[in-house]
């Protein structure tokens, strides 16, 4: 028998889910700068930088972590992902950025990576950040490139290319001969693989199930459900047996270690090895053929279409709401791990509800299994019968003959060609709750469902006649006849796609009038032709938030056909109007409806994401084996738990407006509409003022624009009644009002420019706004402050020492510096001295504020109050001021010429000298601004000194004769700048002492 899709009515599982699931990330997450330095984790990796003075450390597993220490300072956490791998970091040739990719754990899904820059300096992470120019191709890293010996296969030209084995086939044919998995599997060691320690494209040959024992704890979570980990290996190992069947004959691997294919890593753990052991050599297979095992972290609500009859888009509720983190195709680790440890779905369920008519094969026969997938375990029976499918997997070669039994029932399939299934005519009489079973004589599979509800629950809605809240309490009455009891509302506004509005895509089909459509015409497609219809929700609905759909439906008489495997007649898409992306869906067979010729709403839940243009797209297929008629699709926000009074948001627009409730019993049965209308009056005037420009001091123009924007909660804003007014006196007396510019934004806002026709001023300028709403209620702005400064400040110098009549200072003195701003304020002053006496630096304000910068020779530094100055030569004071308005004054120089110590001179003149003639002197003098003259004076045998040369210029002269005595001479220098110096250090000469002299005597 033909193995029909799995599906159920959404309008069933939100009695499934739980009512707040656990919050969880999905992506990589920067971590604060708050986060504390401590020792990495003992399992982390580590990547040194290109100058060895910081290290990059990786934690494995599909939650990793990215540690960063640099010099002797402990690891610092600086990344942490969740279903992810973090790839080899690499790091910028100066070593201090370093950059990691972020890939979704699952198979082929390096495509989906994001890339982290971190900077070492400041340990912050940023996503897609390209580098400068300079350095670009460390962040371009041609790593992704396969080894040569592999380049005679073709291979896609992505960045991250797939193994070069991977063929145009979408499973693999393979013999009974063959059933058995490869003994080994080559493992090539991918460049970007974190946690294997092993030359890029090194190959290792691994035993199989070891392979797939390594790859579990990479790609999910040690902790997680036995099911979960052994539905991860089954997809895993048949993944990797797929790729070992395309290897072509001369390939030198069969897969790599990397997300282009699946990661593994080198570490275990006893619940992925146990889960490893337990589906050892199962496989999975559709149509005899090994299939393309794919899976991602999140696949959402619905999954995506792979493409393929197995990777079809599948209803995963446990998933409504959840971003999409990977492809979405096949199989979703956390959509599996939600069905184990939230409604304890074993590893065969979860592999069938994912891979849609594919069958968990055991060659060995080992380990059989049997499972019952369709109803869901807790599900109430709602329509005329109930589609019963069961998954059996024992020897390829063993006959299987299923046997399914319920109350009163009994039903046998001995054809497993496509898997097994019966179709159930239940009696509304029968007992809760009830007990399903599918035996193969050995094997028993038991699951419990909630019982049987066909009547739809009733109720009444009341509301306020007039609002002037956009919230209101919808006051809600109900009652269920079949027990299932009043569980859910969904209420919304009239949000309806009617008939009218579908427009034929292919095959037949018709708008006709139905007395019994609730939109007055239906569209009808009939029996014996396959058709579609679409149609566009008129009006964008707002996004991030999950809705249900309820579409309005009749069947005709069914064609002829098997009742034990009735054909899917229907199917009703949601789509988003703009992307395409499919939202939600429902497969309908003629069971699921409880009598031909009557309609019946079925519902259909959908997210739209954050990035969802808002607009919805309905799509209507017939397969032809039935006549099927739509009345409407009608939408409302999700459904919330039932109570008597509920709090309703109104769409943000006056007057009328309806509400429609439906009711939903436990069984997910929705009543009819429960329609109410109020009135939301506008009663308050536009509101959340908010000063866009300036945002501070304005210096460059004496009219710089005012934005301002406002709100209002309904109405919306009058444009033409936008006005503006100013004050120079901080509010004191205001100019008249006068109109503004107004321009209209999104959500009820209003943008208003004005140019500022005032003067400069510092707090005492204001403007003010009013407008009003389409109402008339009109609202005034605060009064804001415009402060608008085009004088720079003015700075002063004075110096409290005199120049003498050189033009020199020859005493220490100091600077004073003073400055002048009228509007904004003097913020600082700053200076810079050279010359002799300069002072070291104090640090540069031009990096923190405007202004000149730092040379080798000028240091400039916060003027804190008067500077001394002295030394010797050309002192040289530069100056400027800021204001507190940023603006600079000119800069101011002064130039003083300091000489504040005197001048040394040193004499010089032999010690004897014979009498009666010229005695030879000579003097120097040292000072920094130069010698002018010099005094030399003489003392003949101790008597006074008396003057001999006065301010001579010369350096040497000759002392007039002596007979004999003792002369004694000292000098002292006089600068240019009038300082005169100290006596040198007295010189005596002796002149006239009897020499006496002695004949040379020789002695042969």
């Given at each position: 028998m033909k193995r029909p899709l799995i599906v159920l009515a959404l309008a069933l599982l939100w009695t499934l889910i739980p009512a707040c699931p656990p919050a969880r990330g999905q992506t990589s997450v920067p971590e604060t700068g708050s986060q504390p330095a401590s020792p990495a984790p003992p399992a982390a990796h580590a990547f040194a930088s290109p100058t060895d003075e910081a290290i990059a450390w990786l934690t494995p597993g599909p939650a990793p972590e990215l540690w960063l220490t640099a010099g002797d300072d402990p690891p610092r956490l600086v990344l942490r992902g969740e279903s992810e791998h973090f790839s080899r970091p690499r790091w910028s040739p100066d070593g201090r950025r370093v950059t990691v990719l972020a890939a979704p754990t699952g198979t082929e899904t390096a495509a989906q990576s994001r890339r982290w820059v971190v900077d070492l300096h400041t340990f912050t992470a940023s996503a897609q950040v390209a580098p400068e120019k300079a350095d670009a191709a460390w962040f371009n890293n041609p790593s992704h490139s396969l080894p040569a010996p592999n380049t005679q296969y073709p291979i896609p030209n992505t960045q991250y290319p797939a193994s070069s084995f991977q063929l145009s086939v979408s499973s693999i044919q393979l013999p009974a001969s063959s059933l058995q998995p490869p003994a080994t599997i080559r493992v090539a060691h991918h460049p970007d693989n974190s946690c294997r320690d092993l030359p890029a494209w090194a190959v290792t040959v691994l035993p199989f199930e070891e392979y797939v024992a390594r790859v579990l704890p990479a790609e999910v979570y040690p902790s997680w459900p036995a099911a979960t980990l052994q539905a991860q290996a089954i997809a895993a190992r048949t993944y990797a047996w797929r790729s070992i069947a395309l290897a072509a004959p001369a390939a030198t691997y069969d897969i790599t270690d990397w997300a282009v294919d699946q990661v593994m890593c080198d570490r275990r753990y006893g619940s992925t090895d146990a889960a490893a052991a337990a589906t050892a050599g199962q496989y999975l297979a559709y149509e005899d053929a090994l299939i393309l095992a794919q899976y991602s972290a999140e696949n959402g609500h619905p999954t995506v279409d792979g493409g393929l009859p197995y990777l079809r888009s599948v209803l995963d509720p446990v998933s409504l709401g959840q971003a999409r983190h990977g492809h979405g195709h096949g199989l979703s680790q956390?959509?599996?791990?939600?069905?184990a440890a939230w409604h304890g779905w074993n590893a065969i369920q979860i592999l069938a509800h994912y891979y849609t008519g594919a069958q968990v094969v055991d060659p060995s026969g080992v380990t059989p299994n049997l499972a019952l997938l369709i109803p869901w375990p807790g599900a109430w029976l709602t329509g005329a019968t109930t589609r019963i499918t069961a998954h059996a997997a024992f020897a390829p070669t063993e006959t299987v003959t299923v046997t399914f039994r319920a109350p009163g029932w009994i039903a046998i399939d001995t054809d497993a060609s496509n898997g097994w299934g019966a179709a159930w005519p239940f009696e509304d009489a029968i007992s809760r709750p009830v007990t399903l079973?599918?035996?193969?004589?050995v094997f028993t599979h038991t699951l419990v469902l909630a019982g049987a509800d066909r009547i739809p629950p009733e109720g009444g809605l009341t509301l306020p006649a007039q609002a002037d809240s956009l919230t209101v309490t919808l006051h809600i009455s109900g009652t269920d006849r079949e027990g299932s009891a009043l569980a859910a509302a969904a209420a919304g506004a009239d949000w309806q796609t009617p008939a009218t509005a579908f427009a034929r895509e292919s095959g037949e089909g018709a708008r006709v009038p139905d007395p019994a459509a609730l939109s007055g015409q239906a569209l009808v497609l009939p029996a014996g032709a396959a058709s579609r219809w679409s149609a566009t929700y008129a009006g964008p609905l707002p996004v991030d938030r999950i809705y249900q759909a309820f579409a309005r439906l009749r069947?005709?008489?069914?064609?002829?056909?098997?009742a034990a495997s009735p054909p899917a007649d229907a199917r009703v898409e949601l789509f988003d109007a703009v992307s395409g992306a499919l939202l939600g869906f429902i497969d309908l067979w003629p069971g699921d409806f409880r009598q031909t010729g009557v309609y019946q709403e079925f519902p259909?839940?959908?997210?739209?994401?954050p990035e969802a243009s808002g607009g919805l797209g309905v799509r209507l297929i017939s397969s032809g084996g039935a006549e099927i008629a739509l009345d409407r699709v009608r939408v409302l926000s999700g459904p919330q738990p039932f109570q008597?009074?509920?709090?309703?948001?109104?769409?943000?627009?006056?007057?009328?407006?309806?509400?429609?409730?439906k009711l939903l019993d436990g069984a997910g049965n929705p009543s009819a509409d429960l329609v109410g209308t109020t009135e939301l009056l506008d009663v308050t005037p536009p509101g959340d003022w908010r000063l866009?420009?300036?945002?501070?001091?304005?210096?460059?123009?004496?009219?710089p624009s005012i934005v301002a924007r406002a709100t209002d909660d309904l109405s919306g804003i009058a444009l033409e009644s936008a006005e503006a007014r100013w004050s120079a006196d901080a509010g004191v007396s205001w100019s008249p009002w006068q109109l503004a510019s107004a321009t209209a934004l999104p959500d009820l806002t209003a943008e208003f420019t004005l140019a500022w026709p005032g003067a400069e001023g510092s707090g005492n300028n204001r403007v003010q706004w009013r407008v009003a709403d389409l109402l008339g209620w009109r609202s005034t702005s605060p009064a804001w402050p415009v402060r608008v400064d085009l004088t720079s400040p003015v700075v002063h110098a004075t110096l409290d020492g005199t120049p003498n009549a050189a033009g020199w200072i020859t005493a220490a003195a100091t600077v004073t510096l003073w400055a002048e701003d009228a509007t904004a304020g003097v913020a600082g002053i700053w200076y810079a001295q050279t010359g002799p006496g300069q002072r070291e630096s104090a640090g540069s304000p031009a990096l923190a504020r405007p202004g000149p910068f730092s040379t080798q020779a000028e240091t400039w530094q916060p003027y804190a109050g008067p500077v001394s100055l002295s030394g010797e030569g050309d002192v040289i004071v530069r100056y400027y001021a800021l204001d507190h308005a940023g603006l600079r004054s000119v800069i101011g120089q002064e130039t003083w010429r300091f000489d504040t110590t005197p001048p040394t001179a040193t004499l010089t003149a032999p010690a004897r000298y014979p009498p009666a003639a010229p005695i030879p002197v000579s003097w120097t003098g040292q000072d920094g601004s130069g010698i002018a003259s010099f005094d030399v004076q003489f003392s003949l045998d101790g008597g006074p000194w008396k003057d001999w040369l006065q301010a001579t210029a010369f350096t040497d002269a000759h002392f007039p004769p002596l007979a004999c005595g003792a002369l004694r001479l000292r000098a002292r220098a006089r600068d240019l700048a009038g300082n005169v110096g100290s006596w040198s250090e007295p010189q005596q000469v002796t002149v006239g002492s009897a020499f006496q002299f002695l004949p040379l005597v020789s002695f042969w």
């Open positions: 956390w959509g599996a791990y939600r069905w079973t599918a035996s193969t004589g069947i005709g008489q069914p064609a002829v056909h098997s259909i839940d959908f997210w739209l994401a008597s009074d509920l709090p309703y948001a109104l769409e943000r627009r006056v007057g009328p407006q309806t509400v429609l409730v866009l420009a300036p945002s501070g001091w304005v210096t460059t123009t004496a009219h």
